[in-house]
């Protein structure tokens, strides 16, 4: 065993796995299982707990594409795939990526509203934002990443704690269009594209900085570091959806000091300051992985090196942060779980995509899926997409 072996640990290849799971509860995800909380209080547990399996194996198939070919989702659908369908598959993704800025810069502003912060400190994030995707490698700055994971994570938990818990863990469905709606914009908010390109590309980076480790090992570590983020992530929302139970469906949650007042009339003074760093923290995060998954999927399709990046971290970023100042911050709420529901659609082309990859031998080698891995990812896939069609119907 050779140095480089030796000093390869699951702790140093940790990092994508988890940083896209947490990523994915964006602004977004946190105020759709708030408002999940509010009009159904426990009766969604089992389904965002259900939520796991999906998640985890399509999930899978992204990092596992990283490790057997050191490339991009983009880099390997141009390889084989031809450009124009590494474009199909990468500017839809990049184009309601700038959608999302706007929603995570929304959540920020809120979240920094329910803590004393004025809005206008958007700009630094902005600028703290940029300066980490353009100055460094991700393997550099990834750990700070994972630094600010933890304190969201405590901030929603200790948010709970203060709530506390119900002894109430109902397993409940129903028929009704609202009802089906919010299965579906849960469902939206558990597998959003940028993921799929993220995980791939940064799973990719620590591959190609561990050239000579061992790529079986890599492959086990990935899987479980997935597992942990999928079971993590699905926990957060249900987290969310428990403390903000009580709360009234009518209360806005755009508005920071309504929201404010009602998390203290259910769990008192100390759950805003909670649930406002938990969802600045939440925002933030997703943003540079969001940006990172967008830029590196449309560049890798381009043909272009990562480094050259650079232009569209900005040409995304610039005009996200100039209407998230001149939005009312209700269009967050107003429009946030139809949003959720639409990315459904918008995955639909690289996540098929993507499964005729992980099967194709040529390309994954020994790291193709497997009979069960391949019934796996398909049925997780074409569920998460029935979830999208449901609602649409629903909607209409």
């Not at 140095?3 to 509860?25: E, Q, S």
């Amino acid at each position: 065993m050779d140095t480089t072996d030796r000093k390869l640990t699951f702790l140093k290849f940790f990092g994508p796995a988890w940083l896209v799971m947490i990523a994915d509860m964006d602004a977004s995800s946190t105020i759709g299982a708030a408002e999940t909380g509010a009009a159904f209080g426990y009766k969604l547990v089992w389904f965002m707990l259900a939520l796991i399996v999906p998640l985890y194996f399509i999930q899978e198939g992204a990092g596992r594409i990283g490790v057997a070919t050191g490339k991009g989702l983009g880099e390997i659908i141009r390889e084989n795939y031809s450009r124009k369908n590494a474009l199909l598959m990468s500017l839809p993704m990049a184009l309601t990526d700038v959608v999302t800025y706007v929603v995570e810069y929304l959540g920020i502003a809120i979240g920094f509203e329910m803590i004393g912060i004025p809005e206008f400190f958007l700009i630094a994030v902005f600028v703290v934002h940029i300066g980490l995707v353009i100055s460094k490698k991700y393997v550099t700055f990834e750990k700070w990443l994972i630094f600010l994971s933890l304190i969201l994570v405590g901030s929603f938990a200790a948010d709970l704690a203060v709530r506390g818990i119900r002894n109430c863990f109902p397993i409940y469905f129903s028929t009704s269009r609202s009802f089906l709606f919010i299965l579906a914009a849960d469902a939206g908010a558990v597998i959003m594209p940028f993921m799929l390109f993220f995980q791939a590309s940064a799973t990719a980076e620590k591959r190609v900085h561990f050239s000579r480790g061992d790529g079986r090992k890599m492959v086990s570590w990935m899987r479980i570091e997935t597992l942990i983020g999928a079971v993590v992530t699905e926990l957060l929302m249900v987290i969310v959806e428990m403390a903000t139970t009580g709360l009234s469906p009518t209360t806005n949650f755009a508005s920071a000091i309504q929201l404010s007042k009602a998390l203290t009339a259910i769990a008192g003074s100390y759950s805003p300051y909670l649930f406002g760093i938990g969802l600045i923290f939440a925002g933030f995060i997703a943003l540079v992985i969001i940006s990172l998954g967008s830029a590196w999927g449309t560049v890798e399709a381009i043909g272009l090196r990562r480094e050259r990046a650079f232009w569209i971290y900005v040409i995304e970023s610039i005009p996200a942060l100039l209407i998230s100042l001149m939005l009312p911050q209700s269009m967050l709420v107003n429009e946030v779980l139809n949003f959720l529901v639409f990315l459904l659609i918008v995955l639909i082309g690289p996540g098929v995509i993507m499964g005729l990859v992980l099967r194709n031998k040529t390309i994954m080698r020994e790291y193709a899926s497997s009979f069960p891995y391949e019934i796996a990812y398909w049925f997780s896939f074409v569920l998460i997409v029935l979830m999208g069609l449901i609602s649409l119907i629903a909607f209409l």
